[in-house]
């Protein structure tokens, strides 16, 4: 089974809304990174938070870490209906990745 | 600059047959990570290089599945006999060193085995 599981499976807002995504893991972690998935293309690299940080931004997505809780969240705020993806968080432990099997987001005009 | 790149970029075999799939790497990358996606799941680790050797190669299946990267850059991942079950869209990535660094991901080889 993956390491990563993201939840929900399904997640369906309107535009301007926020989205928040959340992934829990089971094994110590160097890193934990969030990928984005078109429909039928290639995952796009969105954020790295390292093991030692608990709380990342760039642009409309903000990150946070618990390993404590060994659990991350993704929060895209004022989604736009280009934010229509799969969303995925990778695990990284000894430069091996483990990927969940993603959060659909569809984001509504 | 170029991204990764994946050939080819559809291939359709039959059971039994014998596959190679071609990942080109950004250049400089010194670590190459192969995955495999089936429809509606995440990328399943295959196997990661850093540098000329496997570093990890324990989410290969079996041994129908081999890959190299002999230079350093390229690499072929390798399926014999191909079965059904191998149907999937295989993923190349690559980062500048293995571990804390963001993967650059190329467009997949979906592959489908009749």
């Known amino acids: 089974s993956q390491q990563g599981e993201e939840d929900p499976q399904a997640l369906s807002i309107q535009e301007g809304e926020n989205a928040t995504m959340n992934c829990s893991y089971k094994?110590?972690?160097?890193?934990l990174q969030w990928y984005r998935q078109n429909s039928g293309r290639g995952l796009v690299h969105l954020i790295l938070i390292r093991s030692n940080e608990r709380e990342k931004h760039s642009g409309r997505l903000r990150v946070t870490l618990d390993t404590s809780k060994k659990s991350s969240s993704l929060l895209i705020t004022a989604s736009r209906a280009a934010d229509t993806a799969s969303y995925f968080c990778a695990t990284v432990n000894a430069g091996k990745s483990t990927f969940g099997d993603g959060t659909t987001l569809t984001v509504k005009p | 600059g170029a991204g990764v790149s994946q050939t080819p970029s559809n291939k359709v075999t039959e059971k039994g047959k014998y596959v190679e799939l071609r990942c080109d790497p950004i250049?400089?990358?010194?670590?190459l990570y192969w995955y495999r996606q089936s429809l509606g799941q995440g990328p399943e680790f295959l196997i990661y290089?850093?540098?000329?050797?496997?570093?990890?190669d324990s989410g290969l299946p079996n041994d129908r599945f081999f890959a190299v990267r002999p230079e350093g850059s390229v690499s072929t991942l390798k399926i014999q006999r191909t079965e059904r079950g191998d149907s999937a869209v295989y993923l190349c990535?690559?980062?500048?060193?293995?571990?804390?660094?963001?993967?650059?991901f190329g467009p997949g080889t979906r592959l489908t085995v009749t």
């Open positions: 990535a690559s980062s500048l060193q293995q571990g804390g660094y963001e993967q650059y």
């Open positions: 094994t110590s972690i160097n890193n």
């Open positions: 290089f850093q540098g000329t050797g496997a570093a990890d």
């Open positions: 250049s400089g990358h010194t670590a």
